[in-house]
């Protein structure tokens, strides 16, 4: 009778199990998709968790799956999508996992303020809820939450400290390649003083060059060459002389008679 009885529970058991599966084509897709998954069979699983949703459009639970396996082969936006279609959940612990995988899916992005955000909302929901939620299972949500806050957190401070020495240094070559063409630039105009006059020298060693070149020579005056009297040209002169010399005695017989006249008319 026990054996007949196990028999029977046995083949209860069974029949039960067949018809919910029948009765809930869903899950028994939504399990293959989990198995999928593990097997880091991405593509065939998202494929069976689609299926799933066929049966049960309005899942969150699928979206989830989804999301998560969007997020394993990298495809960040469609996780991020997915992900956002699990608010709508009434379930806190489902809503609290979303909102900690957004946070993730956020920082992948390199959206750091956003994805603090979302570890904020984690940490908020599972310390305001935790009476619903079971809670071990609250306390790791919450401890992971805080944990990659606080290190993006510190990401962000690290990248806006190097992003300021980068700036710094930046302003610092900028004002060395200042400095330094500035004095390019004197030496360059105490250098030009001295090549100009130079130039200034050169240029008038040349002109006095070419006006050396230019200049004609002329030549000196002929020397006075010294020659003998002609007998006519002495006649001449003498002759010269003689007249000069009658004309003078001429003219001084004149004046002693005319002084002579006037003193004996004075009486």
């Keep these: 009778m026990r054996n007949l009885n196990t028999k029977v529970s046995i083949f209860t058991l069974l029949l039960c199990t067949m018809l919910i599966g029948w009765v809930d084509p869903a899950s028994d897709k939504n399990e ?62 489902l809503k609290a996992k979303a909102n900690y995988n957004l946070g993730n ?40 939450a805080k944990y990659n806050y606080e290190f993006v957190q510190k990401k962000m401070e690290e990248m806006q400290k190097e992003q300021q020495e980068r700036q710094e240094q930046e302003k610092q070559e900028q004002e060395q390649q200042q ?46 060459e010294k020659r003998e009297m002609t007998k006519e040209e002495a006649e001449r002169i003498l002759e010269a002389m003689k007249q000069a010399e009658m004309a003078a005695r001429d003219a001084k017989e004149k004046k002693h008679r005319a002084a002579q006249f006037s003193i004996e008319k004075n009486w």
């Design 32 to 93: 293959e998709g989990i198995q999928l998954y593990n097997e880091e069979k991405p593509d065939e699983a998202i494929s069976k968790f689609t299926d799933a949703q066929s049966y049960a459009p309005e899942s969150q639970s699928l979206d989830f799956n989804i999301a998560n396996t969007h997020y394993k082969e990298g495809k960040f936006p469609e996780a991020e999508k997915s992900f956002k279609d699990v608010m709508k959940t009434k379930d806190n612990t």
């Design 179 to 224: 400095e330094e063409q500035e004095k390019d630039k004197q030496q360059s105009e105490k250098e030009d003083p001295d090549q100009q006059e130079q130039q200034d020298n050169q240029a008038k060693g040349e002109k006095k060059e070419s006006s050396q070149e230019n200049e004609v020579e002329e030549p000196p005056p002929p020397p006075h």
């Design 105 to 144: 899916t956020m920082y992948k992005q390199g959206k750091f303020k956003e994805a603090l955000d979302f570890y904020k909302k984690t940490i908020e929901l599972t310390e305001e809820e935790k009476s619903n939620l079971k809670d071990k299972e609250t306390a790791s949500i919450r401890e992971d």
